[in-house]
T-cell receptor, first 114, second 113 residues
Framework: DTEVTQTPKHLVMGMTNKKSLKCEQH?????MYWYKQKAKKPPELMFV???????INESVPSRFSPECPNSSLLNLHLHALQPEDSALYLC?????????????FGPGTRLTVL | AQSVAQPEDQVNVAEGNPLTVKCTYS??????LFWYVQYPNRGLQFLLK??????LVKGSYGFEAEFNKSQTSFHLKKPSALVSDSALYFC???????????FGKGTMLLVSP
């Protein structure tokens, strides 16, 4: 299995809702990432997990809460989001967080906040 | 600090012609360089990377890239473009020991029939 899967594909939520995004990989990768991407812009790093521990938080607002239950799964819990949080949320994984390892991206979750 | 520049917002090429998408970088140490492609409403797909060694790197779908240390460039090339190559291309760099990947702004490649 050489892919990263993300669910759901699309999500519409109100500003008071709580929802979660899910990401899964079965490539034995020990680093996993969350990115946010606006249309026609490069991805912006949000969080990095290395060996199931949060290693980087790029000053992301607390309304985004990541979780790594095991080495194959990564969740992003969403609460009280703002309309400007509407974007494509991409999950990625790499063998380790070493600089030379390419990242493999999932197809993304298209989030719309009303 | 690390940075990467993609000087062209858009590159237009006719099918069958060679294509080049430009990328220059800035790092303080040794660079690790990557190219990704993104089709509409999809995630990023890894094309190729330069770590060390041969300056000409071959990747997926017939793409290749040439690492030029003196010009700090890593241009993406393909000898014969296909309409299906039309997509958004991102160059990315990671300095040795640096924990995050820095992406360029992206270049839209449009291949006309």
């Amino acid at each position: 299995d050489t892919e990263v899967t993300q669910t759901p594909k699309h999500l519409v939520m109100g500003m008071t809702n709580k929802k979660s995004l899910k990401c899964e990989q079965h490539m034995g990768h020990r680093a996993m990432y969350w990115y946010k991407q606006k249309a026609k812009k490069p991805p912006e790093l949000m969080f990095v997990y290395s060996y199931e521990k949060l290693s980087i938080n790029e000053s992301v607002p607390s309304r985004f809460s990541p979780e790594c239950p095991n080495s194959s799964l990564l969740n992003l819990h969403l609460h009280a989001l703002q309309p400007e949080d509407s974007a494509l949320y991409l999950c990625a994984s790499s063998l380790t967080s070493g600089s030379y390892n390419e990242q493999f991206f999932g197809p993304g979750t298209r989030l719309t906040v009303l | 600090a690390q940075s990467v520049a993609q000087p062209e917002d858009q590159v237009n090429v006719a099918e069958g012609n060679p294509l080049t998408v430009k990328c220059t970088y800035s790092v303080s140490g040794n660079p690790y360089l990557f190219w990704y492609v993104q089709y509409p409403n999809r995630g990023l797909q890894f094309l190729l990377k330069y770590i060390t060694g041969d300056n000409l790197v071959k990747g997926s779908y017939g793409f290749e890239a040439e690492f030029n240390k003196s010009q700090t460039s890593f241009h993406l090339k393909k000898p014969s473009a296909l309409v299906s190559d039309s997509a958004l291309y991102f160059c990315a760099v990671r300095d040795y020991g640096y924990s995050t990947l820095t992406f360029g702004k992206g270049t839209m490649l449009l291949v006309s029939p």
